[in-house]
């Protein structure tokens, strides 16, 4: 297992066209997290699924952005008629279900997608 | 909802020196502290972490103290190397599910 992994790792739009990202976690890790980070700024929550279920969505996701966990496996995050504000690092974590100990309970992130909306 | 606030926002230290970053939190019903360590184009990668049953966890030149009364907690590394030039982010739970991340600090070590 390479840890997780996400493409494409830089995209460049035009205002106003959708994209899509994807990002594959760990095999054996059944959360899995989705952040944003603009520069100088931590990463910001954004939405996370255990499986395939989407449980929480933060109000940062509006209805132009979707994400979909098909099977439980890999996710993907889609924005719809992008706009400037949205260029941002976007981020995928993965974490093993459980707050027992502290190995499960850490995310591992990827390597992110860089967004320029131009 | 929880806030981390951490400071400084950047740090210069030299070399051999020691790096200190404190973060503090607001409320929350899961304890655990994690810091990430953060290089350019690279995404957040977990350094160290706590859980509040001790007030300090040590790993190698890195050290978490934690002061649950006060809700705050701090990164110290010892003897810095220009290695240890990056970002870092101290984290806290907001529920059973999810971190929220301070702001970072940009830490740079002179050789």
């Known amino acids: 297992d390479t840890g997780v992994s996400q493409n494409p790792r830089h995209k460049i739009t035009k205002r106003g066209q959708n994209v899509t990202f994807r990002c594959d976690p760990i095999s054996e890790h059944n959360r899995l997290y989705w952040y944003r980070q603009t520069l100088g700024q931590g990463p910001e929550f954004l939405t996370y699924?255990?499986?395939?279920?989407?449980?929480?969505k933060s109000r940062l996701l509006s209805d132009r952005f979707s994400a979909e966990r098909p099977k439980g496996s890999f996710s993907t995050l889609e924005i719809q008629r992008t706009e400037q504000g949205d260029s941002a690092m976007y981020l995928c974590?993965?974490?093993?279900?459980?707050?027992?100990?502290?190995?499960?309970?850490?995310?591992?992130f990827g390597s992110g997608t860089r967004l320029t909306v131009v | 909802q929880q806030q981390v606030k951490q400071s400084p926002q950047s740090l210069i230290v030299q070399k051999g020196g020691i790096s200190i970053i404190n973060c503090a939190y607001e409320?929350?019903?899961?304890?655990?502290f994690p810091w990430y360590q953060q290089f350019p184009g690279k995404g957040p990668a977990l350094l160290i972490a706590i859980r509040p049953d001790v007030s300090e966890k040590k790993e190698g030149r890195f050290t978490i103290s934690f002061n649950k009364s006060a809700k705050q907690f701090s990164l110290h590394i010892m003897d810095s190397q220009p290695g240890d030039s990056a970002t870092y982010f101290c984290a806290a739970p907001q529920g059973a599910q999810k971190l929220v991340f301070g702001q970072g600090t940009r830490l740079t070590i002179n050789p």
């Open positions: 409320n929350t019903a899961f304890d655990y």
């Open positions: 974590a993965s974490s093993l279900l459980g707050v027992g100990s502290l190995r499960n309970y850490g995310y591992t």
């Open positions: 699924f255990q499986n395939e279920a989407q449980l929480e």
